[in-house]
């Protein structure tokens, strides 16, 4: 049983398509993170959120920790967005579970 | 700049060797972890340190060591005892435990 699941695992856009990237979890968390790997198997953290909505750019992160729900949103795609991307969570002090990732490629 | 840097890139072991992954930060953190990465899994936590001179153990320590004499360094060596090793590990850092980990560029290690 996986603690935190994402959907869809693969996910294909035209380029300026708005996405959704979604991540439901089935413990009660501290905190949940949105991360971003690229090609090359680097790791960058874009959001981390214990509730409510955050936004850089063209990314915006929400949460419902009543529905144990997370969205990820990117609107006006573009192919640079291209990369897994890997919700996970932290779970009393040294529970951390991820998602195994949402491939996403957006094409020209 | 400041960053975390894992190295080497590549690595190769010989079955019944030790080997010892390096991991540096000068971002000042407190905390540092170490993941392993397996083709269609999540993450998994190896172990992590939330300060200097103590460490915990996360879902999948066994067949591994660490160490933290020093703010900056948390080497991980991957023992005999491991019998699949072969995997990509990612070190990570950040603030405290509470805060969001930088992650560095990752060490894939093979067996020969």
């Known amino acids: 049983k996986n603690e935190v699941e994402q959907s869809p695992q693969n996910l294909t856009a035209q380029e300026g398509e708005f996405i959704t990237i979604n991540c439901s979890y089935s413990?009660?968390?501290?905190?949940l993170h949105w991360l971003q790997q690229h090609p090359g198997g680097g790791i960058v953290s874009l959001f981390m959120?214990?509730?409510g909505k955050k936004k850089h750019g063209r990314l915006i992160a929400t949460i419902n920790i009543q529905e144990k729900h997370s969205s990820l949103h990117i609107t006006a795609s573009h192919p640079r967005d291209s990369a897994v991307y890997i919700c996970?969570?932290?779970?009393?002090?040294?529970?951390?579970?991820f998602g195994t990732g949402t491939s996403l490629t957006v094409i020209p | 700049d400041g960053g975390i840097t894992q190295s080497p890139k590549y690595l190769f072991r010989k079955e019944g060797q030790n080997v010892t992954l390096s991991c540096e930060q000068n971002?000042?953190?407190?905390?540092m972890y170490w993941y392993r990465q397996d083709p269609g899994q999540g993450l998994r936590l190896i172990y992590y340190s939330q300060i200097v001179n103590d460490f915990q153990k996360g879902d999948i320590a066994e067949g591994y060591s660490v160490s933290r004499e020093k703010k900056e360094s948390f080497p991980l060596t991957v023992t005999s005892a491991q019998k699949n090793p072969t995997a990509f590990y990612l070190c990570a850092s950040s603030i405290d435990i509470d805060q969001p980990q930088h992650f560095g560029d990752g060490t894939r290690l093979s067996i020969l």
């Open positions: 959120l214990s509730s």
């Open positions: 996970a969570v932290r779970w009393g002090s040294n529970q951390f579970y």
């Open positions: 971002l000042n953190h407190d905390a």
């Open positions: 413990v009660g968390i501290s905190a």
